[in-house]
């Protein structure tokens, strides 16, 4: 009879330690299942709202980009950097950055962009305002910066790196790491602003 009993307990302690076991599994899975919904819901509203800040540039004025007066510029920019934070429920912030403007892939000016943070669902504008000193033209760049200039064609490309303090940095444009680029062409309107 002893034998019998030794049996009984057994398998009641085999039913006792499964139903423990199944419980640890629906906990360790509810756990993880929740852990997974928050991170979704986490990301979606905080981490990737790339696409939730429009940024636009305007030429205010610009100067020094007279190449008549031989092959090298000190060309000087007034730009008005026009930020707008879609997001109603967060501030748009960036840590500064960079702008650089070129002319047929040679850099003219360049400048900083500063630290700024935009309110919830409203606009900022910045000044920005890159230079360059004694820039160097080969003959070809130089003679068609004249040419373009007195047609009032020239066109120059800018590029806005804006800088990520953290992972809340939210560019309208891809992002690579932690800086976001954003790129414009302006049509400079007079030969010399």
Known sequence: MTDRNDAVLIDADDASWEENLTTARFIVGSTIMTAMTVFLI???????????????????????????LGRTVSPAFNLTVHVKNTLS????????????????????????????????????????????????????????????????????LLE????????WMLCETETHHSMSLHRFKLMLRDSDG
């Open 42 to 68: 986490v990301y979606t509203f905080m981490g990737h709202t790339s696409k939730l800040a429009e940024v636009s540039v305007e030429l205010a004025a610009f100067d020094g980009l007279d190449a008549t």
């Open 89 to 156: 429920w967060q501030a748009w912030c960036s840590n500064g950055g960079e702008v650089v403007v070129s002319y047929s892939g040679v850099a003219l000016a360049w400048g900083d962009v500063p630290v700024f943070c935009v309110p919830r669902s409203a606009t900022t504008e910045l000044t920005v305002l890159p230079w360059g000193w004694e820039v160097g033209l080969s003959e070809d760049l130089h003679r068609r910066l004249v040419s373009e200039s007195q047609m009032h064609t020239a066109e120059v």
């Open 160 to 167: 806005v790196r804006m800088f990520d303090p953290g992972s």
